[in-house]
């Protein structure tokens, strides 16, 4: 809400002005940051969706991703899976909005800070699913190599990691354009930005003028990622009018969208690709149905708390969903009971994630945890 006219301002002229010699008055602080509570909810939502696909993803993978392997295990996790696709989309749509719109980088030094408190964990939880994968014996390598490696992003112990080798990228060109378009000059970032897109062909050039084995560099991002930062950010900036009154009616593309990913998933090609419009529909009509949307007050608090527990919980996810689908998912299930288990597996891996997750915040050990 604007500021209304001050008592200065609205004086009739004939009021005497203070002496030009006199100290300026304090400015007065600008009005409060919205805090976005639909975002919180969304952000909540698309931790739950990631779980929901790695489920349907592991049901899949354990009908061998044939229907005549298992079709009761191979549907349910093919509707599952297909289920929790918008979910990167939407993590990368609120990564723009966080960049572009909700908390703009003011300087180089404050964006670094961001991306230190994305690389500590995404070191910490490496060097854990190294060690996990050790324990299990499902390394394929040396524990040494495998970390070695991983600083290249040419080996992911945790296949759900590759999502912050794009992430930190992305916000990195997002804030330079940031930062330039403020008068900065941001020489340190785009220095950066220069290395992440000239190592991998260099990396390649090295490789065949030595006869060397070098990893492959694997940080980056592709253009749909960026498209979706970028335009998701456009759609959560939108007022809420926009969008509210139309609420209901979003959620039949989405639907439609859904079942169409359905289809392509078991008849074209599984899985499907993040950059497919199928799933730009289905994410954009979960973002316009859920943007915007009033969160009562009595439930704010504990969303924000989980919201915030939100990266910490993806981290872990897949070691607490490996464990239970190990133990508990067949290729021989009927429907009835994969759809159930699905469920079962997707809530159990969420409890035990977001608690996990909460846990370590309250140790204080976020910073290293997310």
């Not at 190294?130 to 040419?154: I, K």
């Not at 190990?326 to 994630?353: E, I």
Request: hydrophobic content about 55%; proline content about 7%; aromatic content about 10%.
């Amino acid at each position: 809400m604007p500021f209304s006219a001050s008592a200065s301002a609205s004086a009739s002229p004939s009021r005497a002005r203070p002496p030009a010699s006199a100290a300026p008055s304090t400015p007065e602080p600008g009005p409060p940051r919205e805090h976005r509570y639909d975002i919180d909810l969304i952000r909540l939502l698309c931790s739950v969706g990631v779980i929901l696909c790695h489920t349907g993803s592991a049901f899949v993978n354990t009908a061998g991703r044939e229907a005549s392997n298992g079709p009761g295990t191979y549907w349910a996790g093919l509707v599952a899976d297909s289920a929790g696709r918008f979910a990167v989309p939407l993590f990368f749509a609120i990564a723009g909005w966080v960049v572009l719109v909700g908390a703009p980088v003011r300087d180089g030094r404050q964006l670094w800070r961001r991306i230190v408190r994305i690389v500590v964990p995404l070191a910490v939880w490496t060097v854990l699913y190294v060690a996990w994968g050790r324990l299990r014996g499902t390394n394929d390598g040396p524990a040494g190599e495998l970390v070695l490696d991983s600083l290249f992003a040419s080996v992911r112990p945790a296949y759900h990691l590759w999502y912050l080798y794009a992430y930190i990228p992305v916000i990195m060109l997002l804030a330079f354009v940031v930062l330039v378009r403020a008068g900065k000059r941001p020489w340190g970032l785009g220095a950066a930005l220069l290395v992440l897109g000239a190592a991998p062909g260099l990396s390649g050039d090295l490789a065949g003028a030595t006869g060397l084995e070098l990893p492959r560099f694997g940080w980056g991002f592709g253009p749909y990622q960026l498209v979706y930062a970028v335009l998701g950010a456009l759609l959560l900036a939108l007022p809420g009018r926009t969008s509210g009154g139309r609420r209901p009616f979003w959620l039949l593309p989405a639907a439609a969208a859904l079942a169409a990913i359905v289809a392509y998933q078991h008849g074209v090609h599984y899985a499907i690709p993040y950059a497919s419009v199928l799933v730009a529909l289905f994410s954009g009509g979960v973002l316009l149905a859920l943007h915007r949307l009033h969160v009562p007050e009595r439930l704010r608090p504990v969303l924000a708390r989980l919201s915030a527990a939100s990266f910490g919980a993806y981290m872990i996810h897949v070691l607490v969903l490996g464990v239970l689908t190990d133990a508990l998912v067949d290729a021989d299930l009927s429907l009835p009971a994969a759809a159930a288990l699905a469920v079962v597996v997707t809530a159990a891996t969420t409890v035990l994630s977001f608690a996990a997750a909460l846990l370590w915040t309250r140790l204080g050990l976020t910073r290293l945890l997310g």
